[in-house]
């Protein structure tokens, strides 16, 4: 009976990255450079307050936005950190990690037909929501924009179709973030078109010489931003995001939210409490520690004579491939099987990603290491 299945559902694939870890998950030896996961614990106190919701029975559904002292404390966090003001009880929603909020917040936008911008090479997180719901992803082409999104690419795409344009970054799988001039002239240009801007600012945290810029600081009607505590506060598991939006459009978000999850998990509510009070600058020693580890492999790379440039945030490098005459999908597999080393192919980041690889250092600089010296001599060869 699958010819009974959503179309929508059966043309869209499982995500390149995965389908790439799993396949070489049970090769011995492998050093994999794959996963965008941060390697350190959840912080000892947020896992403590977790527990301790356990103890204390808070084990109930809660507000299905999330419970208020954490809408309180994300809107907090937005405040201090980045210089936006939501109101907690009208413009913050708990979600089940930041995929919930793209999820959510496309069904409630998007219709047939609709088009949503998106920078490529890209997260691959956004093109399969946006076909579920009938609209068509048109990609921005940023690989001779240093990849960077700018206003001028978004007008030459911009029709009376489009709905949506996605500001992700600082970017998976790129590294690259956009600072406040770049983030101003976006603005400008859709000052007065009515167009939303869903910006995915799940990686704030991670964002090395400079101060993360949040776009919704200039145009905060028509934006949705979305974050989360999987990377700032190495809660992946947790399951916890956040997304912040005008009340008009909160409002309705809340909706499909509420009948796809009702809240997010209690448990993981508390400790991301705990995370975003007392743990509000938890993530600066880890970004330390990415930072150094980000000049690490630069230093390697570069003398290994690859063209790559050099991340402002995140954990990726986004490598292009020194050779033209084979697939991204082709030389990871030749990397695999002839140095033991996974990295992901570019393809598992829409069709721009060709040509490239993605290196994540989310790992511990021994891991590094011994995956660097692996390119090295391959590349050697
Ligand atoms: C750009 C981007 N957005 C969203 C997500 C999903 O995050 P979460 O674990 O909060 O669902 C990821 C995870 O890798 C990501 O890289």
Same mark, same amino acid.
């Given at each position: 009976?699958?010819?009974l ?15 790439f ?21 959840? =912080? ?5 307050? $977790? ?7 808070? *084990?109930?559904?809660?507000?299905? /936005?999330?419970l ?22 009208h ?5 089940? $990690? ?14 047939e ?7 490529? =090479? ?45 500001? =992700?970054?600082?970017?998976?799988? *790129? ?9 101003k ?17 799940i990686?704030?945290?991670?964002v ?55 809240? /997010? *998990?209690?448990?993981?509510?508390m ?39 050099? =991340? ?23 990397l ?18 060709e ?26 060869k």
């Open positions: 009976m699958e010819h299945i959503n179309n929508r559902v059966k043309n869209i694939e499982i995500s390149g990255i995965r389908k870890f799993n396949m070489v998950a049970d090769v011995k030896d492998m050093v994999s450079l794959t996963i965008g996961q941060p390697d350190f614990p959840t =912080p000892e106190h947020v896992k403590e307050a $977790g527990k301790k919701a356990i103890d204390d029975n808070i *084990t109930t559904y809660t507000h299905n /936005a999330g208020i002292q954490l809408r309180e404390a994300a809107a907090d966090f937005y405040r201090k950190k980045y210089n936006v003001d939501y109101s907690s009880e413009e913050a929603i708990i979600t089940v $990690g930041a995929s919930e909020a793209i999820d959510i917040t496309f069904r409630t936008i998007l219709e037909g609709c088009e949503v911008i998106i920078p490529g =090479p890209v997260y691959p997180g956004y093109e399969p929501i946006i076909k579920l719901c009938g609209a068509i992803p048109v990609y921005a082409d940023i690989r001779n924009t240093q990849f960077r999104m700018t206003a001028e690419l978004i007008d030459s795409l911009i029709t009376d179709k489009t709905r949506c344009i996605v500001l =992700p970054y600082p970017s998976n799988p *790129t590294g690259i973030s956009l600072n406040e001039e770049e983030l002239e976006i603005a400008q240009l859709l000052k007065d078109r009515e167009i939303f801007v869903l910006a995915d600012e990686y704030s945290e991670l090395y010489e400079q101060q993360h810029v949040s776009i919704a600081q200039f145009m905060k009607e028509k934006t949705i931003v979305i974050n989360g505590l999987s990377k700032s506060h190495s809660m992946t598991g947790w399951r916890i995001g956040m997304l912040f939006a005008p009340e008009y459009l909160a409002k309705h978000i809340l909706k499909v939210h509420q009948y796809n999850v009702t809240c /997010a *998990t209690s448990i993981s509510q400790a991301a409490l705990e995370a975003l009070t007392a743990g509000i600058d938890d993530a600066l020693p880890m970004k330390q520690e990415y930072a150094s580890r980000r000049d690490y492999v630069f230093n390697r790379l570069q003398s290994m004579g690859l063209d790559v440039i050099k =991340p402002d945030g995140a954990f990726y490098f986004f490598v292009k491939i020194p050779a033209s005459n084979i697939s991204s999908f082709d030389f990871c597999m030749e695999v099987n002839e140095a033991k080393l996974a990295v992901v192919p570019g393809s598992a980041f829409s069709e721009l990603g040509g490239y690889f993605r290196l994540s250092y989310a790992y511990s600089t021994d891991t590094l290491k011994e995956g660097l010296d692996r390119l090295e001599s391959y590349l050697r």
